[in-house]
């Protein structure tokens, strides 16, 4: 099977929009839903394959419409387009709801032909989602980047996440794009499980945190980096000292150590927060979704529960990306904390 | 009701009437609209016979017609169509149309209706019309009427307006000159009004109470395409802004008629054009922004800039692009901008008028940290004819999320039957005696009277504003998003 095979029918760049507009008068018993527009940028053909696999899973759970691009820089220019539907079926007897997919290959002078093609594809009026699939951001004009609401990506994906980081950060500038990082996404259940432990009873014991130990499966350091990040600007630590997997911080009552590990296994799969008062553990093991957590006092009391984990695919993690939205501050700050880290 | 004539096209040859105007009268014959007693004479200069310039008539129209061509209708629609030889400025030519004319009413019972129209450069017309008297061709027959359909432009500035109008008028009554702007016949052109006044939910809030401003929008791919020496001598304020979007601007704007008379109307509209704040000083340099296409890509394809295009001056100042910030100082739009842009070579093809409502106050939703858009309405002219109607919606869940939703409308698979293109509505008004949606001459002339005071800045003045450059398939100069970025707004995503 072809790299483009699944990517619908092959149309000419110029016609887009009239196929399209014949692809939904064609067939009356469905319904064409778009509540914003996603477009992925990716590079090569196999990467064009793996997206619109990746496309396939939110059927259903988020309507946009799709503008999927691979790019190949150049000598000469080519565009090839094609244009799909993907529907399902809500319920028995309704109409399938279908949104659409439109797909360029781009190869030559990526970054002079992406704002057009790109702007010329975009529904009206709808915000847009960019889901950055590649290595280097510098195939992307400025000019797109003042369009993007939010932008997707993924550090753990990146070979040097901190200069790549920074350069987005640079492009962006002060503008109103929401930056989301899936590595990020992978750590909120893990996050929203550890901040439940630290109720009103156990407050206190959040503040003399004395020491962090993060186990983070093989190239997942950054969403383990992050975690960190957010302890830190959530608790008011400061970094000291060489980056590395062994780092010290200046907490409000006291230094804390910090140790990252790598092991084959969950993204994350076990975190322990020591206080004199209070060990709170965070454990998991791949393939289980659920979180052990346990929170052991220096009296001998002694708490255990589940808590749901996060999904380990990546279509999982993009469809909890795509359904959290906000501002993404809380991520911001944490990147701050730990971008030096990255 | 349309009633039996003649029509006559002035500029049998031309690209218009192979394009749009045979296609619109074969579309009004195929949905029986056309009147069954109506024939069509084309008028040029190019010698050939009837039946070849059916024939090529039949190629275009089988391509350019929105229902395609059948060979049925077309065998008896072509019956009706004459071709006629002549100069414009050739007296006998016109002795010998009028011969043909009467012929025509003997024979098919067209009643000595006629219907001139000029498809022709605005230099032939004081011509034509000059020979259409001399000929008697502007006089109605007893019972009879007589019409002009007039093409824009309708003259070059506010001057040659006022002459060209003069001229018309020696030959013909205003009340049967037609100034055609097919912007106007467009569905959702003509929906303005009634999604206005037969709404009773949209008028309370149509005002500077509730609107915050009005964009309207028409962006073309396309660049000048072989008509380099006209464009550069008009360039975009006189090719557009002057015609098409003052006239959507009024029916957005204009306050509600005493009936659906066309003068009750076009008085209306004429208010609005009156009532557009004057630019004076600075007010050109600040308002409006002027650019020029230059190379870059559309849909891939590497495109030339407007400077080395066919047949245009290499060192042309013509602009392919206008921003516009314009006020209507009345009492409804007290304070609402109207901002109006325009433009070749842009990233998308479209026409639009959005209207902006304020924003829901600052409590409860749409906080400093969460701010949620504001209400838009937005009536789409081209492609896709249509209203949608942005509303904040919560999206299912435990937590509170907001997103944006459209409400949308589309003509095309609303109604199952496909709308009528602009001329086909347009030339049927013209036969009907409706003039509502034809352009008046008061309306001509106080638009221009707007647009002169800019281009006498642009082109008269020693320190004119700058002409700046975009890049093709873009959304234009950066100086027409600064533009609405000084008062805290921005051009809508098309």
Known sequence: MGAFDSLGTPVEVSAIGKELKKLWSADQTRT??????????????????????????????????????????????????????????????????????????????????????????????????????????????????????????????????????????????????????????????????????????????LHHIKSVKITHAPGARSSAVLVLGWLAAQLGWSAHGPSGNHLRMEGEHGPVTCDLSEEAGAVISRVELISDQLTVTASRISGIPFLNISAKSADGRSTEFIMPADGESAADTLNDELGSWGLHRVYSKALTAAETLL | ????????????????????????????????????????????????????????????????????????????????????????????????????????????????????????????????????????????????????????????????AKALNECIAKAFQERDTYRIDHYLGKETAQNIMVLRFANSILEPLWNHRYVDHVQITSAETLGVEGRGPYYDKAGALRDMVQSHLVQLMCLVAMEPPSSLSADA??????????????????????????????????????????????????????????????????????????????????????????????????????????????????????????????????????????????MDFHYGTSFGKQSPEAYERLILDAMSGDATLFARRDEVEEAWRYVDVIENAWHASENPPPLCPYASGSWGPKEADELLSRDGREWRRM
């Open chain 2, 265 to 406: 109307i076009r008085d209306e509209k004429v208010k609005v054009v009156r009532a557009l704040r004057r630019l004076e000083g600075d007010g050109v340099g600040r308002d409006i922004v002027r650019g020029q296409y230059d190379e870059g890509s559309i849909g891939g394809k590497q495109v030339p800039a407007y400077r080395t295009e066919e047949r245009v001056n290499p060192k042309s100042e013509t602009e392919t692009f206008v921003a516009l910030r314009m006020h209507v100082d009345n009492w409804r739009w007290h304070g609402v901008p109207f901002y109006m842009r325009v433009g070749k070579r842009l990233a998308k093809g479209g026409a639009e008028i959005a209207i902006q409502f304020k924003e829901a106050p600052g409590v409860l939703f749409n906080t400093a940290e969460a701010p949620l858009g504001a209400n838009q309405l937005v009536i789409r002219i081209q492609p896709d004819e249509g209203v949608s109607l942005r509303l904040q919606c919560k999206v299912p869940g435990s937590t509170l999320r907001i997103e944006p939703v459209k």
């Open chain 2, 1 to 160: 009701m349309p009633q039996p004539c003649n029509v006559v096209i002035f500029g049998a040859s031309g690209d218009l009437t192979f394009r749009k105007l045979i296609p619109a009268l074969y579309n009004l014959a195929a949905d029986g609209d056309l009147p069954g007693a109506a024939n069509i004479i084309g008028f040029a200069r190019r010698d050939k016979s009837d039946e070849t310039w059916r024939t090529e008539l039949k190629e275009t129209t089988a391509k350019c017609s929105r229902s395609g061509l059948s060979e049925e209708i077309w065998a008896g629609f072509s019956k009706r169509i004459y071709y006629h030889v002549s100069e414009f400025g050739d007296a006998a030519g016109y002795k010998a149309l009028a011969e043909k004319l009467d012929a025509l009413d003997a024979a098919s019972g067209t009643r000595g209706n006629r219907l001139f129209y000029l498809s022709v450069s605005p230099t032939e017309y004081e011509g034509i019309f000059n020979q259409l008297a001399a000929a008697g061709l502007n006089d109605a027959k007893i019972g009879a009427w007589t019409r002009v359909i007039v093409e824009k432009p309708f003259g070059t500035d506010s001057a040659t």
């Open chain 1, 32 to 205: 064409r839903a778009t509540l914003f527009n996603f477009a992925i940028i990716c590079e090569g053909e196999a990467a064009m394959q793996t997206s619109t696999e990746l496309l396939e899973n939110f059927i259903g759970s988020h309507a946009f419409r799709a503008v999927l691009i691979g790019i190949e820089p150049g000598p000469t220019d080519s565009v090839q387009a094609w244009i799909n539907a993907r529907c399902y079926l809500p319920k028995r007897g309704a109409k399938h709801v279908c949104s659409e997919q439109v797909s360029l290959y781009v190869k030559g002078n990526v970054k002079r032909l992406l704002p057009n093609l790109l702007f010329s594809q975009l529904d009206s009026d709808l915000p847009l989602t960019l889901l950055w699939r590649c290595e280097s951001s510098d195939q992307m004009d400025p000019e797109i980047w003042r369009w993007v609401d939010r932008v997707i990506f993924d550090t753990a994906a990146w070979q040097q996440p901190r200069q790549q980081i920074s350069a987005l950060r640079r492009q962006l500038g002060s503008g109103r794009t929401v930056m989301c990082d899936l590595a990020w996404t992978r750590s909120l259940r893990l996050r929203q499980a550890l901040a439940q432990i630290f109720d009103s009873e156990n407050i206190a014991a």
